[in-house]
């Protein structure tokens, strides 16, 4: 499969974009970045880097700038396929690769899922699981690790998923709809580097994903 783009979302994240991007052109050379409203010089390092820079005038969440990654990429770039990756420096792009090849295999989905070797803090592991349990029990199909933000998607698995969430509770809604569609879709291991725990999912994000999982039975 060719034309596929990585998209990576940010939101100042001026400390670490340098070495992701620098990482991750030596892998992949199709690379969109979406600044999402930051207050320091994340889209200007960005677009030192790469050409294909996209910037929110306000943080408006992760889901967001994921869908103008995406819309762009199917709409202006005419992409087949794009892979998300997130911009903390926590995913080796080294491991692009197997997302193509995974996609090269005929899935419409692939999701990274992180091996855990107890780097991962306790609390966010066990609420990963938890959260896998429960949309087992509700939506029938068992995702390994739901909020890994690395992962692929072809053009008709975008189609489909069609997310509405802004924030983070996007990735438990792209899982929720690769069930309800049932598209096929592959998990593969990634590994990846835990800092910043302060950081990202938060459990205002959690009560989000409660709030929204009966709109989510309903569609």
């Not at 994340?42 to 408006?60: G, M």
């Not at 202006?76 to 295999?105: C, G, Y």
Request: aromatic share 10%; glycine share 6%; hydrophobic share 40%.
């Amino acid at each position: 499969m060719k034309n596929i783009w990585v998209i990576i979302p940010g939101f100042n994240e001026a400390r670490y974009l340098t070495k992701v991007l620098d990482k991750t052109i030596k892998f992949h050379r199709n690379i969109i970045f979406v600044d999402d409203g930051s207050s320091d010089n994340t889209a200007s390092i960005a677009s030192k880097k790469i050409k294909q820079v996209l910037v929110h005038d306000v943080n408006l969440g992760k889901g967001a700038a994921l869908k103008t990654g995406c819309d762009y990429a199917f709409s202006h770039l005419k992409a087949k396929a794009v892979i998300l990756m997130d911009s903390d420096n926590q995913h080796d792009p080294k491991e692009i690769k197997n997302f193509i090849k995974t996609l090269n295999q005929g899935y419409d989905v692939v999701l990274g899922v992180r091996i855990y070797t107890g780097t991962m803090p306790l609390v966010r592991f066990l609420g990963n699981k938890f959260s896998s349990v429960l949309i087992n029990l509700l939506f029938g199909t068992y995702f390994s690790d739901i909020p890994s933000g690395y992962k692929a998607l072809t053009k008709k698995a975008y189609s489909k998923i069609n997310w509405s969430s802004q924030g983070y509770e996007v990735e438990t809604e792209i899982a929720v709809k690769i069930a309800r569609n049932k598209l096929k879709f592959k998990e593969i291991p990634i590994s990846t580097i835990y800092h910043d725990h302060d950081k990202g999912f938060t459990l205002l994000d959690a009560l989000r994903i409660l709030l929204k999982l009966p709109q989510w039975l309903k569609t």
